[in-house]
C-alpha cells in the first residue's frame, strides 16, 4: 500500500513539473557570451537576424530571451560566410537582406 501512495505522489508531483525547457539566456548572457554591449546584442538582433524570442514589448524596451544552441548555430553561419566571402575574394560586409 505505502508503495502505491508514494508512486501516485511522485507521479502527481512529475505532473505538476510538466515538461523540462532548456534555459533560455538574456540579453546580458549572450552580450557577456559573444563578449559585446548589451546594445550591440540588440542591434544584432534587428539587422542581423539574431535569433531571439520577444517576451514583452512595450513603445519603449522589450525584453528579449536566447536559445544558446541558436546562438551558436547563428554565430556558425556567421563565420561561414565570412570564409565563403574571403575565398571568393570579396570584403565581408553584413549578410544582405533579400528584396520583396
Given at each position: 500500500?505505502?508503495?502505491?501512495?508514494?508512486q501516485n505522489r511522485e507521479t502527481?508531483?512529475?505532473r505538476r513539473e510538466g515538461?523540462?525547457?532548456e534555459p533560455?539566456?538574456?540579453?546580458?548572457?549572450?552580450?557577456?557570451?559573444?563578449r559585446l554591449s548589451m546594445g550591440?546584442?540588440?542591434r544584432l538582433v534587428d539587422t542581423e537576424n539574431l535569433p531571439a524570442f520577444v517576451i514583452c514589448q512595450s513603445p519603449s524596451?522589450?525584453?528579449l530571451r536566447f536559445r544558446e544552441?541558436?546562438?551558436?548555430?547563428?554565430l556558425a553561419g556567421r563565420r561561414e560566410r565570412q570564409i565563403r566571402a574571403t575565398?571568393?575574394?570579396d570584403r565581408y560586409t553584413r549578410r544582405q537582406t533579400p528584396s520583396p
Open positions: 500500500m505505502k508503495s502505491s501512495v508514494k502527481a508531483e512529475s515538461p523540462k525547457m533560455l539566456l538574456t540579453v546580458k548572457e549572450v552580450a557577456a557570451l559573444l550591440m546584442i540588440g524596451r522589450r525584453t544552441q541558436e546562438v551558436q548555430q547563428w575565398l571568393n575574394g
